[in-house]
């Protein structure tokens, strides 16, 4: 899901088709989660659709791994900051993320208020208030604390969080080095260039053996970027011009994760240890390297955060008509939600095509963010017109 410059990371053939996986194990995830044709469906396939309900939301922490692995690669790929002003990255990103996720909300507002006066589910939300269309306009709804419009909207703000925070991170090492440098202490040179990576593997430790484990830090970047700075570790130990310092990186990885696992259990922080090492062994193998994929699944993973953005309001569209015309059918069901994985990925093209791929501008992002809020509230107004 994660947006970065191109590059040859970036358009991995193996990256490509890792999202592509794990973006359709986010859809089916939420067809799942968000019934009831998934609860009819159960009848048939209880374990696959519990399965499902379960596990396939993990593939989250891959899509955290890549994240930190395409930001190294975009903004430090020899461990050190590539760039110069951090406020145009942080703002460049903002924009990127925001101009198509707040075309997708309007899209959400517009279908949860169509079917809503006669599909009762607790999918739909609310029509949604000023305060709660301004968060959602600024990524702020879950430190809000407001209701989401959305599913996974979370995600796309903890995305900029860690996009930000990292960029900081680097800046001040940078800018920390710079000034060492400019006083005379030259012996501290190399240590200030290996700093941004020093505090980066820290940073990793703090989040896994701490933060990541109290849920109430589950709205900032520090619970998630033990995840995503395995991704970064993995990016630069694929960089690394020696075997030998490739699986050093590798080691210092593998023992965050198992100091992580053996303080407290947790199956995604497994996942994303296995998802960081594997990206080392991959991205290091020749073979790898010219491997071409498979286009469907790689161009699914191209797509991914359109479809991420957009799969829910097409999800619940496909429930509130499948449920209003065959409310007990199992084939109905089952054929419904096949029926709505696939429209998602035709809607999330859709949004790539028109939206995402193009790059956006201040002015596009100010005039989507203002269209959400006034989407929101003319919704608002009419829904309390017909009640």
Request: with cysteine.
């Amino acid at each position: 899901m994660s947006q970065h410059t191109p590059s040859h990371a970036s358009r991995s053939a193996l990256i490509d088709c890792t999202k592509g996986l794990a973006c359709a194990a986010i859809v089916w995830h939420h067809l799942a989660f968000y019934g009831p044709m998934s609860d009819v469906a159960r009848q048939a396939v209880p374990g696959l659709i519990d399965w499902l309900y379960e596990y396939a939301r993990m593939a989250v922490q891959v899509f955290l791994v890549l994240g930190g692995f395409l930001a190294a690669a975009s903004l430090a790929p020899q461990g050190q900051a590539r760039f110069t002003d951090p406020a145009q990255r942080i703002a460049r990103r903002f924009v990127r993320l925001v101009v198509p996720y707040a075309v997708a909300l309007v899209i959400a507002i517009v279908v949860q208020a169509t079917v809503q006066p006669w599909f009762d589910h607790a999918s739909v939300s609310d029509v949604p208030d000023l305060g709660q269309l301004l968060a959602h306009a600024l990524l702020l709804q879950s430190v809000l604390d407001e209701e989401s419009l959305s599913a996974g909207v979370w995600y796309v703000a903890i995305d900029f969080q860690l996009f930000a925070l990292t960029t900081l991170v680097l800046t001040g090492v940078s800018r920390a080095a710079v000034a060492l440098r400019a006083r005379g202490m030259s012996r501290y040179w190399p240590w200030a260039l290996s700093g941004a990576q020093a505090l980066v593997a820290t940073g990793v430790a703090a989040s896994l053996l701490y933060f990541n484990r109290d849920a109430n830090w589950d709205v900032w970047a520090v619970y998630f970027f033990g995840a995503y700075g395995l991704g970064m570790l993995a990016y630069w130990a694929v960089q690394s011009p020696r075997a030998l310092g490739a699986w050093s990186w590798a080691l210092l990885i593998a023992a965050l994760v198992v100091a992580a696992l053996a303080l407290e259990w947790r199956p995604r922080i497994a996942l994303a240890g296995v998802t960081a090492l594997l990206l080392v062994v991959a991205m290091r193998s020749p073979a790898m390297q010219r491997w071409q994929g498979w286009a469907p699944l790689s161009r699914l993973g191209q797509i991914s955060y359109s479809v991420f953005l957009v799969h829910f309001a097409v999800c619940v569209l496909v429930n509130a008509v499948e449920s209003y015309f065959w409310p007990q059918s199992v084939a109905a069901a089952m054929a419904g939600m096949g029926i709505a994985f696939v429209l998602s990925i035709a809607a999330g093209h859709l949004l790539y095509e028109r939206v995402e791929r193009h790059v956006p501008t201040w002015q596009s992002a100010l005039r989507w963010q203002a269209g959400l809020v006034g989407t929101g509230l003319l919704t608002t107004a009419l829904m309390a017109g017909l009640r």
